[in-house]
């Protein structure tokens, strides 16, 4: 397969909630005109954080001024801190101050955090205002900037207040991927793999030839794994915007995974994507566990994942001695019992019967999770 070396474009099918995702290097350079198109009265608001914004404000603003968009910008501290009731309320009366409009576009330029709280601002504003995504992360271009979910934490658990809210437009600007400290794009590769395993065997073949390429750079791996990414996605949300059915398969790992970041205090010791991945090769041993699955699946997942320097197990989390407690199988079953994806007291897993094929089920009993936990 040739992967492309120019901008791409992938669609997202939702009548007349549908927009276009741009992928390639210099995507942010088309804000500007891209903002201009979608609002015609020329007013925008940044949400950036203080590390995107030392990097890639200045770009966006340039890009904004010679489209001859009034702007504005707010930026918050970096982390998941920022997903809070405090900080979004100071994103709104930021947003009210400049008198943003249904006609106006809230940017969101960052990772995942500041989409989600830039998304849930513009979702919440004024019953709704528009939103636009700049991704600045490989998680963010593969994952949470598509779609529409947005939200903020509780102390109750990650994402449990937030709307379903769809972006005017994407731009994935995978130049911007080469300010990213290896580790966060590690983080984001671990959901560039997820949709290898939960669809699409063949891509997850692809990874294991060009994942390490990718990671160490090569650009015309990273336009190709994002674009095969979003698309995956962008077809699973147009099949089920709102999460009721197919929709959940992009949670693969996570169960897991936002238990894991419960118990480590959704700090640094432990990225989102670094808790898919252990996620992963969980979800993936309690498929082997429970017979669903070929065992040389599970290691192959893990091995790849291991190869290219991800987490794998719990143990691999930075501090994990000092945090055994909170680690321990019964505290992570305590916090997946508080996830979002809980039904009627039943806990939801993404399983899989083989790379590719996953599927959704709460019918796995307890003993089993906290089995495959004590082995991992």
């Not at 249904?102 to 330029?109: I, Y």
């Not at 909170?326 to 039943?346: F, N, R, T």
Request: overall charge neutral.
């Amino acid at each position: 397969m040739t992967a492309p070396t120019s901008e791409v474009t992938v669609p997202v099918s939702l009548g007349e909630r549908s927009y276009d995702i741009h992928i390639g290097a210099g995507a942010i350079d088309r804000l500007g005109a891209g903002v201009r198109d979608l609002f015609p009265r020329g007013r925008a608001l940044i949400v950036t954080d203080e590390t995107v914004a030392r990097l890639h404000l200045a770009r966006a603003e340039a890009s904004l001024d010679a489209a001859g968009v009034k702007h504005q910008a707010i930026v918050v501290a970096p982390g998941e801190g920022s997903k809070s009731f405090p900080v979004l309320e100071r994103v709104m009366d930021r947003l009210l101050d400049a008198r943003i409009e249904r006609r106006d576009a809230v940017v969101a330029l960052g990772g995942g955090v500041i989409g989600d709280l830039a998304g849930f601002a513009a979702a919440i504003a004024k019953r709704g205002v528009d939103f636009v995504q700049v991704p600045t992360t490989l998680l963010s271009q593969v994952d949470s900037s598509v779609g529409g979910k947005t939200g903020i934490n509780t102390p109750h658990g990650k994402n449990l207040v937030g709307a379903f809210h769809q972006p005017r437009l994407v731009l994935a600007d995978i130049a911007l991927l080469e300010t990213l400290p290896r580790r966060e794009l590690l983080a984001g590769y671990a959901e560039v793999v997820k949709y290898g395993l939960l669809g699409d065997a063949d891509f997850f073949d692809w990874l294991e030839v060009h994942g390490p390429a990718l990671v160490a750079g090569d650009r015309a791996a990273r336009i190709e794994a994002v674009r095969r990414s979003v698309a995956a996605k962008a077809a699973i949300v147009a099949r089920d915007e709102r999460e009721t059915g197919d929709r959940a398969l992009l949670n693969l790992g996570h169960t897991f995974g936002h238990a894991l970041e419960a118990a480590t205090g959704f700090g640094p010791r432990l990225l989102h994507g670094e808790g898919v991945a252990i996620g992963m090769r969980l979800a993936f041993d309690l498929s082997v566990q429970l017979g669903l699955c070929p065992g040389q699946d599970a290691v192959r997942a893990r091995r790849h994942m291991a190869a290219v320097g991800l987490p794998t197990a719990p143990g691999d989390i930075e501090g994990a001695t000092a945090l055994a407690a909170e680690l321990a199988p019964q505290a992570l079953i305590h916090h997946m019992a508080q996830d979002k994806k809980v039904k009627d007291g039943k806990l939801t897993f993404i399983l899989a019967r083989r790379i590719g094929e996953a599927f959704i089920t709460q019918d796995v009993a307890i003993e089993a999770v906290e089995q495959v936990l004590r082995a991992a």
